[in-house]
């Protein structure tokens, strides 16, 4: 049997659009009815339309007698085409918003493709994402057909449809900027175990690694700080805090002031509070510009952190705060407390030193770093 050019084309359609051929004549019927009822009246209940699926011919029954006007055939042929290509863009349309649904979490690139109203619409190939104020770094200043990276935030139901909202400001823009410069991250290896951030501003990011041998923060830091350098870049110069990650409150929580050092740690477990004690010279360092320092250390830790000044011994005077006290302590008894009596030294003289062991003199090469 040959098959007609309607039915060819009909079938073609659903094969390619994923849509039964059923389904698109019974949009076309509904369509018939309607286009019937502007022009001639009655009720829809009354009114049927009849297509054959064969050569596309339309005819309208009302009370299963046929009613079909002179001419109503060019009309049909119309309004089936409009039904099919609408069809057509309804399925696209759906394929691309699930295609974007799995992209979620994930970042990908574009370019603006216009400004209004405080909204950015990016241009992301196959789709169009929106990145609303709230989703934007306020210092960024975005212009026409700049091309940048987008966190795939979600999809969600907008006033005209579905709509894929993007962003940059989010803690997990940074995570995922990681991800894709540090290979023991993608892997697995390296994790980050929780993040905060103020866009635009600060970035903390605690890591661990599931190997010993592999440390969490030098990979993220990279080989001459390339790595880190890279995301650092990708933010506009946001300032990025890498820290360990720990399982020990006190020791998470000191960690999370770097880069100030902490004297002691006291924990209120009932009321999630924890008392910091730092020098008095790292008070200004601890709790940072406009209490920032602090402030992303309690949401990067989840609690409360109240920091206070203390005394700092003679033995950690001087420029030798990047030591440990013992080893600040043994150099002292040997009276060496200026950084730039060690750089007169060499490594064995630092090695003969009592109190200076392997580990120490590691401590002081870093230092000298």
């Known amino acids: 049997m040959v098959q007609t050019e309607f039915a060819a084309a009909l079938n073609q359609v659903a094969a390619e659009r994923g849509i ?84 979620v979490g994930e970042i990908i690139s574009g370019h603006i493709f216009r400004l209004e109203k405080g909204l950015a619409i990016i241009d992301l190939g196959r789709a169009q994402g929106i990145m609303p104020s709230s989703e934007q770094v306020h210092r960024e200043e975005y212009q026409l057909n700049q091309r940048l990276k987008v966190l795939v935030a979600e999809v969600r139901e907008g006033r005209r449809g579905p709509e894929i909202i ?21 892997n697995g290896t390296v994790k980050v175990e929780t ?5 635009g501003e600060r970035t903390k990011i605690a890591v661990s690694s599931k190997q010993e041998n592999v440390d969490p923060v030098g990979s993220c830091v990279g080989q001459k700080g390339v790595r880190v350098q ?41 009321s999630k509070q924890a008392r910091v004690e730092v020098f008095e010279d790292q008070l200004s360092l601890a709790i940072g ?18 920091i206070k000044g203390g005394d700092q011994p003679e033995a950690d005077k001087g420029k030798l705060e990047g030591l440990s006290t013992r080893a600040t302590n043994a150099l002292a008894k040997a009276g060496i407390t200026e950084i730039e009596k060690l750089r007169e030294m060499s490594e064995e003289e630092w090695g003969a030193i009592k109190g200076i062991g392997k580990k120490a003199v590691e401590e002081i090469k870093k230092l000298l770093k």
């Open 166 to 186: 993007v962003s940059r400001s989010r803690p997990e823009f940074v995570e995922k900027l990681f991800s894709l410069e540090v290979p023991e991250m993608a």
């Open 289 to 306: 510009k406009g209490g920032q320092n602090v402030r992303l250390a309690a949401k990067l830790t989840g609690w409360k952190i109240d």
């Open 20 to 103: 039964e051929p059923e389904d698109v004549l019974e949009t076309v019927r509904a369509a018939l009815v309607s286009a019937y009822r502007k022009d001639h009246g009655g009720e829809i209940e009354e009114l049927q339309a009849k297509v054959d699926p064969d050569s596309g011919e339309a005819k309208i029954f009302k009370d299963d007698k046929d009613v079909t006007p002179a001419g109503f055939g060019r009309i049909a042929a119309q309004t089936a085409k409009q039904v099919i290509l609408q069809r057509i863009r309804e399925s696209e349309k759906k394929a691309v918003i699930e295609e974007y649904q799995e992209k």
């Open 230 to 270: 890279a995301v650092i870049a990708e933010l506009g110069n946001e300032r990025i805090d890498i820290i360990h990650y720990s399982e020990d409150t006190e020791k998470f929580i000191a960690n999370s002031l770097s880069p100030a050092k902490v004297i002691e740690v006291k924990l209120d477990r009932d």
């Open 195 to 199: 993040i905060a951030r103020e866009p």
